[in-house]
């Protein structure tokens, strides 16, 4: 295999948190990585942190339900400054609200808002599952799950959730997602508290506390809820309680039921705060106004209570941002066929089209198969989006021209009987037949329609994809997704 040196492009990451809000700056080095005997392969070889902002409390309006986005928007003015970065330089990147801040009125108009004014293809990322991922990445789970037999699980404790991913041999098993964070409970150095987290009254009420804001607690009671918690956390990651939507304390899953995990890394705030001295009084506890000291001691314990061994992550409060900033961003340049001036195009939902390697040929069957899909498509489709979807095509490992001609002609067809007035057809190949098709879907669309083909990413049904500008004509840069948005 040759690899040819390659260029860099910018990419930032910003984290908008429960507690905090960080943001960096990366180089990422792409090169062409390929056989003498294969397709050109591009590939991001090389991801260098070049700038970290300091921890920066989020701003919140007087009543806590909205956040200060002029605040907010100044601050990240001034960390560009301080990298040395103008934002039309960045061509990568992710802006993330995560924890208990995307259930703030405002945060889906902020996040996308920001995402347009931090750079050409810096995109928009809400919702727990992708949220745990990230952070796995970045604290370093997902790499050591590449050395190690057995499941590593990542445990992303911020303020106001534990976003937790699995990875076996550098795969990604699922995420779960528990109400369980430093910050859902806050209180002051002597004992009164401040504030309850409306997400985290259910369980206690359920477990028979009786918390009241502006009423003292002392340090044995705090550290019992605790204990409790980390306790149902940890009952629930070993499957000793069996995973049921309806539990308090679970805010979302992709298990039915969870395999067994061998190594467990602890990141996000609560991670960091595992390098500090566990507190013994309230006045300890409470030296951040919140519960997030002793929860990071508690849950360090609970693991160990569990048999289950314990690894240092190699990042803790910034795991997220980097996950973010860093290994968010794919690849796609084989064979690709895009209309530039179309890009980027970004938050498009993938619909799935399965396509069976042996009946390519039949006519009928490819008809019926994207037919059906179209169909129910429309259903969802608001008149007014320019792109209504990506179209993934999956199931073709091989084909003639004859064939895939014959697919591209069905494809348009139906695409612009039931979207006809939809001046843009994406769609994502599993394999490398993207320019191919790219180009027979220009023949068929007769330039009635602008059409872009990719290739070499892995998508699902019920993600989103964004694309961006074309780097040297040959490639361009996609971030796959998931967006979801709490709302109170």
Not at 24 to 47: G, N, Q, T
Not at 89 to 100: H, L, P, Q, R, Y
Not at 319 to 347: D, F, K, W, Y
Not at 348 to 369: A, F, G, T
Request: charged share 20%.
């Amino acid at each position: 295999m040759s690899r040819v040196e390659g260029q860099s492009i910018i990419s930032v990451g910003i984290d908008i948190g429960t507690s905090t809000t960080k943001f960096i700056v990366s180089h990422l080095k792409y090169a062409k990585v390929s056989s003498h005997f294969s397709l050109p392969r591009y590939e991001i070889v090389e991801r260098k942190i070049v700038y970290e902002s300091p921890m920066y409390s989020t701003p919140l309006k007087e009543k806590r339900d909205e956040i200060d986005l002029k605040t907010l928007a100044g601050w990240l003015e001034e960390q560009y400054k301080k990298a040395g970065v103008n934002v039309s330089e960045v061509k990568s990147g992710a802006v993330i609200i995560t924890g208990e801040t995307a259930t703030k009125k405002n945060a889906e108009s902020i996040l996308h808002y920001l995402a347009e004014k931090s750079g050409d293809f810096v995109v928009a990322i809400a919702g727990a599952s992708l949220e745990a991922l990230l952070a796995g990445k970045g604290s370093g789970a997902f790499l050591r799950s590449k050395e190690v037999k057995g499941t590593v699980a990542n445990i992303d404790i911020g303020g106001g959730t534990a976003n937790v991913a699995l990875f076996r041999r550098g795969k990604v098993l699922g995420t779960i997602t528990y109400h369980v964070g430093g910050r859902l409970i806050e209180l002051d150095q002597n004992g009164e508290i401040t504030f309850i987290s409306p997400s985290i009254q259910s369980w206690l009420h359920s477990k028979n506390y009786q918390l009241q804001v502006k009423k003292k607690i002392g340090f044995k009671e705090i550290q019992q809820i605790v204990q409790e918690m980390c306790k149902d956390m940890l009952n629930s990651l070993t499957g000793q309680k069996p995973i049921r939507l309806d539990d308090s304390l679970i805010h979302s899953t992709s298990f039915q039921v969870i395999p067994p995990i061998d190594e467990v890394m602890i990141s996000g705030g609560i991670g960091q705060l595992l390098e500090k001295e566990a507190p013994k009084t309230i006045y300890d506890t409470a030296v951040y106004g919140d519960i997030g000291p002793l929860l990071a001691h508690e849950v360090a314990k609970a693991i160990e209570n569990y048999s289950l061994k314990l690894i240092k992550a190699t990042q803790t409060s910034r795991a997220t941002v980097i996950g973010a900033g860093m290994q968010s961003t794919e690849i796609s340049g084989a064979t690709i066929h895009v209309a530039s001036s179309r890009l980027p195009i970004r938050n498009l939902p993938i619909m799935m089209i399965e396509l069976d390697n042996e009946q390519i040929k039949n006519r009928d069957y490819v008809y019926e198969q994207i037919k059906q899909e179209m169909i129910e498509w429309k259903q969802y489709f608001q008149g007014e989006q320019e792109i209504p979807f990506a179209i993934h095509i999956r199931g073709i490992s091989y084909c003639s021209y004859a064939a895939l001609k014959e697919v591209a002609k069905i494809l348009f067809s139906l695409y612009e009987k039931y979207f006809p007035r939809n001046p843009v057809l994406v769609v994502i190949c599993e394999n490398d037949i993207a320019k191919a098709l790219g180009q027979l879907l220009v023949l068929q669309s007769n330039n009635k329609v602008d059409i872009i083909s990719i290739d070499q990413v892995v998508v699902e049904q019920g993600d989103y994809i964004d694309i961006g500008e074309t780097i040297n004509q040959s490639m361009v840069p996609v971030v796959i997704k998931t967006l979801a948005f709490m709302k109170n």
